[in-house]
């Protein structure tokens, strides 16, 4: 079992930064991958970014791109979402997820590819 634990949300103002951590134990040695989500108020939960554990390669979607950034702590065990130039519509709950093996029929933009979540932290972006 693993599990994630998210941190580092709250209230900002647009074009402030932020940066979330997603603290991880138990059973981290199978992580094969890493991600962030978010979830706005009645929409779907969406894909932010994500990292290959073992090349340390990271993918970002196109609404983040050049404006989020996902590095990680090995000592730690810990994830970091760092989030610059901040709008209202980053408003959402952030989650951070961990898969355990490549799935063949699933991108690791998709929710299918992780096996574990955590519990979500709050961004509030005000105009």
């Known amino acids: 079992q693993v599990q994630l634990v998210e941190s580092g949300g709250g209230v900002v103002q647009a074009g402030d930064s932020l940066r979330l951590s997603c603290a991880a134990s138990g059973r981290t040695a199978s992580t094969y991958n890493m991600a962030w989500f978010r979830q706005a108020p009645g929409k779907e939960r969406e894909f932010i970014g994500a990292?290959?554990?073992?090349?340390?390669?990271?993918y970002y979607a196109d609404s983040v791109k050049g404006r989020f950034t996902i590095s990680r702590d090995n000592a730690k065990n810990t994830l970091y979402l760092q989030m610059n130039s901040l709008k209202p519509e980053d408003t959402a709950i952030y989650y951070c997820?961990?898969?355990?093996?490549?799935?063949?029929?699933?991108?690791?933009?998709?929710?299918?590819?992780?096996?574990?979540w955590g519990q979500g932290t709050h961004v509030t972006v005000s105009s």
């Open positions: 990292m290959i554990w073992s090349s340390s390669n990271t």
């Open positions: 997820a961990l898969g355990t093996r490549w799935r063949w029929s699933t991108t690791i933009m998709e929710k299918g590819a992780y096996d574990y």
